[in-house]
């Protein structure tokens, strides 16, 4: 159930790329009404399990610092599709893979296979080629930047996924609370973030905010509460691998809906990345630790 769960919440957010693309609106901007519109949603998934919610305030305030760091990487996200496109971008930012398995080897012992060592290279030269390497039929307002803005996303992204994982490590609340935590945190780093964005609007306009509810309420909602559940019952590699159906499904939609026209050397980018993720996936990316309960915490 745990695994079905995790890929419910998956499929969900294979979604919000498309939102955000549909909406037209800056990136501070989604981020802030994102946030906004699903905040109701999940206090009220919260109120209904708040006597589950056993963890101390520390927990609660890694949840919270977990949201900080999640606004960053929307805002970083959300600019990188303006510049290379929904499928593209959404699969640089599954890079996260690189980044999160090494971190967790470091703070829980969750060491990553000899494979992995092997194919992870070889992911990063398929993001090189996603950014066209400079061709002019290179798909994308600006693709190299694109690619910077959506490794920096992944970078946060993973630092996302392990404080969230860890702030509710002994299955001490639902994912509704952890969840609420989340949001409140990356609600308030997506103010910090408007004051970069000049682009920033308070003033809601339709369809765009149209578009903002549905990626408030199937994505980050329904489909993160799925995850959250899901997260600390999971090594962290494998939670990445089952979250990489993400970006193969977010390039198919971006095909499908926009018909994002990317150059040769993009999709063998395309290609390179996708097929190494699914060679972790199907053959391993981490060992899991021998006594999991003797596991140190990390410093806070």
């Not at 909406?23 to 802030?32: E, K, R, Y």
């Not at 009404?33 to 609660?60: F, I």
């Not at 305030?61 to 499928?87: E, K, P, S, W």
């Not at 899901?230 to 993400?246: C, M, T």
């Amino acid at each position: 159930m745990t695994h079905l769960a995790a890929l419910a919440g998956v499929l969900a957010i294979t979604f919000s790329p498309i939102f955000v693309r549909l909406s037209g609106l800056s990136p501070a901007t989604v981020a802030f009404w994102r946030l906004a519109y699903a905040l109701p949603a999940v206090w009220l998934a919260r109120l209904a399990v708040r006597r589950r919610d056993l963890r101390p305030a520390r927990a609660r305030a890694q949840a919270f610092g977990a949201g900080l760091i999640l606004a960053a990487d929307l805002f970083t996200y959300h600019a990188a599709i303006a510049r290379i496109g929904a499928g593209s971008a959404t699969l640089v930012g599954a890079t996260q893979v690189a980044f999160v398995g090494f971190v967790a080897w470091a703070l829980y012992r969750e060491r990553p296979s000899r494979l992995a060592f092997v194919v992870l290279p070889v992911v990063l030269g398929g993001v090189a080629l996603l950014s066209g390497l400079g061709g002019r039929d290179a798909y994308g307002e600006d693709p190299v930047a694109g690619v910077l803005l959506g490794l920096f996303s992944a970078l946060c992204y993973s630092l996302f996924l392990l404080l969230l994982r860890h702030s509710n490590r002994g299955h001490l609340a639902p994912a509704a609370g952890p969840l609420l935590d989340a949001t409140l945190g990356a609600l308030a780093g997506s103010v910090l973030a408007a004051f970069f964005d000049s682009g920033f609007s308070l003033a809601p306009t339709w369809p765009a905010h149209g578009w903002l509810l549905a990626l408030a309420l199937l994505c980050h909602t329904a489909g993160w509460i799925w995850i959250t559940g899901a997260l600390p019952r999971l090594p962290a590699l494998e939670v990445s691998a089952l979250l990489l159906v993400q970006p193969a499904g977010a390039v198919v939609w971006a095909q499908l809906i926009f018909t994002e026209r990317l150059s040769p050397v993009q999709w063998a980018g395309v290609g390179v990345v996708l097929g190494g993720i699914l060679v972790l996936a199907l053959w391993g990316a981490v060992h899991r630790p021998a006594i999991p309960e003797a596991m140190p915490e990390p410093l806070a």
